[in-house]
């Protein structure tokens, strides 16, 4: 009983002795007359709420170093004592003065690395140049294959075909990197992996290749007929589509495996659906996109929006254009003043690169939705026919 009695009496004499005060009586010795006067007195002057905040804030931090109470005019108790300053002046956070800059991204403006390459084929309709998902990359040269090893630097020779069948005019990896499909001149399409050859065949030359997952290949000729070969099997023509009038320049299919784009020399862009292709007869196709004025050669899908699709034209069109293939039109158009070549999208931002032909011969990194310039790389001496993409590097042939 006595422990709790003196516990109570103790928080009783904590309470404040202001706290028992029923008549609000300043005290003299805590109050600055002289300012109370002057606060009191003074007139008070036009457009003072107009002031300069500037000068009001240089007010206050004067106020501040002279200790002048500036608040308030009447005090009811002694000022408490200046706490210690823990942090020097000099380093206060109140009078540190940060600004915040957003660190710009350096994009170099000279190559990592130069492969020379000779006896090129500058053809606006052939790719020759694809980088494997296991760091290889493969190039066409006339007749030859070469592999170039990014992990060691190493090149090796895949094949030589005769002037008869040659020369090469496509080649492309299958997504797990361990096939590599050739396409040649005389029509055929040959597919190389480490246990196996085998081949295809179109009725011309074909062009371009791409791989919807492991096991189809889709092959475009320059007569526009698109076959889906399914590698498995020894009957491989699984699905064709016909809607170009001439040769297919590029094929990319979406990364679902749901949508293929085609474009071709005939000046049309083909969207075809997997779900609408028939094994029994040519499939027929979703949008059929003729905006472009020229050869339609580089295709690129969005890696962030499945639905979005960017296209590019040849010379006489220099246009690249943005789609939304649910509805098939057309959200955004951009004369870049050059044959666009190839484009290629950026995995981490929303960039988008493009390689020119005639007359820039440069590479062109945009910023979507906007379409401005970030930068410009004036390196290459020719028209920069082809692009490939790993991880964050890029490779590019002139």
């Known amino acids: 009983m006595d422990v709790g009695f003196s ?10 002795w202001n706290d028992y005060l029923d008549r609000f009586i300043p005290n003299r010795s805590a109050m600055d007359f002289d300012f109370a006067q002057h606060m009191l007195t003074k007139r008070m002057k036009e457009g003072k709420d ?22 308030r005019i009447l005090a009811f108790k002694e000022r408490p004592p200046t706490p210690d300053d823990l942090i020097p002046h000099k380093l206060s956070f109140s009078h540190l003065q940060l600004k915040l800059t957003k660190t710009r991204r350096h994009i170099p403006e000279t190559p990592e690395m130069v492969l020379d390459v000779y006896e090129l084929l500058d053809d606006y309709s052939v790719n020759l140049l694809d980088w494997s998902s296991r760091n290889v990359l493969s190039v066409a040269l006339e007749n030859t294959v070469y592999l170039w090893d990014a992990s060691n630097k190493s090149v090796n020779e895949l094949l030589t075909t005769n002037n008869e069948n040659g020369p090469i005019t496509s080649v ?20 190389w992996g480490f246990y196996s050859q085998s081949k295809g065949r179109h009725q011309s030359r074909v062009g371009s290749l791409d791989w919807n997952n492991i096991n189809i290949l889709t092959t475009g000729a320059v007569d526009g007929l698109i076959v889906n070969n399914d590698v498995r099997i020894r009957l491989h023509i699984v699905q064709t589509y016909r809607g170009h009038s001439r040769g297919i320049c590029q094929l990319k299919w979406s990364d679902s495996g749901q949508k293929l784009a085609s474009g071709g020399v005939d000046n ?13 007869s040519q499939s027929k196709w979703l949008h059929r996109l003729k905006d472009h004025t020229s050869a339609v050669k580089a295709l690129a899908w969005c890696p962030f929006q499945g639905n979005l699709l960017a296209s590019g034209g040849g010379r ?9 293939i649910c509805i098939g039109a057309c959200l955004k158009s951009i004369d870049t003043g050059s044959e666009v070549c190839s484009l290629l999208w950026n995995k981490s931002e929303w960039e988008i690169l493009s390689s020119h032909g005639f007359p820039k011969n440069q590479l062109t990194l945009w910023k979507y939705p906007e379409m ?9 001496t020719a028209r920069v026919l ?10 590019c042939r002139s």
Not at 172 to 191: C, E, F, K, M, T
Not at 268 to 280: E, G, R, T, V
């Open 172 to 191: 492309s990896w299958s997504p797990d990197g361990r096939h590599i499909a050739i396409g040649l001149n005389n029509s055929d399409v040959q597919i």
């Open 50 to 71: 107009n002031l300069d905040a500037r000068s009001e804030a240089y007010g206050n931090d004067l106020a501040k170093i002279l200790g002048v109470n500036r608040s």
């Open 386 to 395: 082809f692009m490939a993409q790993m991880g964050a590097w890029c490779i």
């Open 316 to 324: 006489g069109d220099e246009c690249i254009k943005f789609w939304n």
């Open 268 to 280: 049309l862009l083909f969207i075809w659906d997997q779900l609408l292709a028939s094994s029994n």
């Open 372 to 380: 401005l310039k970030i930068t410009k790389l004036n390196g290459p």
């Open 7 to 16: 516990v109570q009496e103790q928080m009783l004499q904590r309470r404040r």
